[in-house]
């Protein structure tokens, strides 16, 4: 069975880089479509990006995009989160998810296994 483990969080000011990381083990991760969520107080799970298991497909929300990146190394069994010019609203824990079924589809609903969350907080 898959298992998921995030890396990364931390307190950080506005406008600073973090880079997440979420290691997967017991799986074939290449073959997994790999997704980042994150939770506040006031909001479930919300999609932050998806990549596909190929990485050849990548998909934003549109309050990250162009600051956030996804990527996948399958050599490592770990996909990545760079997130760059942080705002106070980025505040959140951030999950890790994967779809056995390899497509990136944006709802929580749509992914079988997710990892324990990782703390990023923004501060001004």
């Known amino acids: 069975q898959v298992q998921l483990v995030e890396s990364g969080g931390g307190l950080v000011q506005a406008g600073d880089s973090l880079r997440l990381s979420c290691e997967a083990s017991?799986?074939?991760?290449?073959?997994?479509?790999m997704a980042w969520f994150r939770r506040t107080p006031a909001k479930e799970r919300d999609f932050v990006a998806a990549?596909?298991?190929?990485?050849?497909?990548?998909s934003y929300a549109d309050s990250v995009k162009g600051r956030f990146t996804i990527s996948r190394d399958n050599a490592k069994n770990t996909v990545y989160l760079y997130m760059d010019s942080l705002q106070l609203a980025d505040t959140a824990v951030y999950y890790c998810?994967?779809?056995?079924?390899?497509?990136?589809?944006?709802?929580?609903?749509?992914?079988?296994?997710w990892g324990q969350g990782t703390q990023v907080t923004v501060s001004a």
């Open positions: 998810a994967a779809n056995l079924e390899s497509a990136i589809p944006k709802k929580p609903s749509y992914y079988d296994v």
């Open positions: 990549i596909s298991w190929t990485g050849g497909s990548t």
């Open positions: 017991g799986g074939t991760f290449s073959r997994l479509a």
